[in-house]
């Protein structure tokens, strides 16, 4: 059995360098999961990586500078999690940032997000400007059944269109988030639309 393709939310955003544009954001993600019935546990280490992801491009790639946009794309499905976050500053080397539990850095903030996203998600990758990451994390339980479709039918259901419906919190929340992002495209990622 597999998870019936019908059962993938997708979205692309690009906000304002604000915090609260990312929390939007974020509550979305959080009820779309419960949704898909994500276990407790995956959904706090979702909502670590991918909250310290946004803050990190708009407060430290943006340095808060509301001109500048943050991309975000997400797919989520009953066993999946992907989400790259973008911003429009100059990037960095992640793998120059000092380890956040050696003693000479304890009292020092930097490198402890990236730190947490790294111990949380399956595979965190970022660009080779470092100016985008994308999180991935799988479900750590068995998907529920009700998300399953013997293999056969799966491609039948595809076929036949079938509407997921949207919990009205997360259209709501995608609505006051529009910003302009003046960041062309990048290769690996299309342009985003506003929503």
């Given at each position: 059995?597999?998870?019936?393709?019908?059962?993938?939310?997708?979205?692309?955003?690009?906000?304002?360098?604000?915090?609260?544009?990312?929390?939007?954001?974020?509550?979305?993600?959080?009820?779309?999961?419960?949704?898909?019935?994500?276990?407790?546990?995956?959904?706090?280490?979702?909502?670590?990586?991918?909250?310290?992801?946004?803050?990190?491009?708009?407060?430290?790639?943006?340095?808060?500078?509301?001109?500048?946009?943050?991309?975000?794309?997400?797919?989520?499905?009953?066993?999946?999690?992907?989400?790259?976050?973008?911003?429009?500053?100059?990037?960095?080397?992640?793998?120059?940032?000092?380890?956040?539990?050696?003693?000479?850095?304890?009292?020092?903030?930097?490198?402890?997000?990236?730190?947490?996203?790294?111990?949380?998600?399956?595979?965190?990758?970022?660009?080779?400007?470092?100016?985008?990451?994308?999180?991935?994390?799988?479900?750590?339980?068995?998907?529920?059944?009700?998300?399953?479709?013997?293999?056969?039918?799966?491609?039948?259901?595809?076929?036949?269109?079938?509407?997921?419906?949207?919990?009205?919190?997360?259209q709501d929340t995608a609505?006051?988030?529009?910003?302009?992002?003046?960041?062309?495209?990048?290769?690996?990622?299309?342009?985003?639309?506003?929503?």
């Amino acid at each position: 059995m597999t998870v019936a393709a019908c059962f993938c939310w997708v979205k692309d955003f690009c906000i304002p360098s604000r915090t609260d544009a990312g929390h939007a954001i974020l509550d979305g993600v959080l009820l779309q999961l419960q949704d898909f019935e994500w276990e407790q546990k995956d959904v706090f280490a979702i909502q670590l990586a991918f909250e310290e992801a946004l803050v990190n491009a708009i407060r430290h790639g943006n340095q808060s500078n509301n001109r500048l946009g943050v991309r975000v794309h997400l797919e989520i499905s009953p066993e999946r999690f992907l989400a790259t976050v973008e911003d429009e500053g100059p990037g960095f080397n992640p793998d120059k940032l000092p380890d956040p539990t050696l003693e000479d850095f304890l009292d020092r903030p930097c490198g402890r997000g990236v730190k947490l996203m790294r111990a949380f998600m399956t595979s965190v990758h970022f660009n080779p400007t470092g100016n985008a990451v994308t999180l991935e994390k799988f479900r750590s339980t068995p998907v529920p059944e009700r998300f399953l479709v013997q293999e056969a039918q799966d491609v039948q259901k595809v076929q036949e269109p079938q509407e997921v419906q949207e919990p009205q919190q997360i259209q709501d929340t995608a609505k006051p988030v529009q910003a302009e992002c003046t960041a062309p495209p990048t290769e690996s990622q299309p342009e985003i639309q506003v929503h």
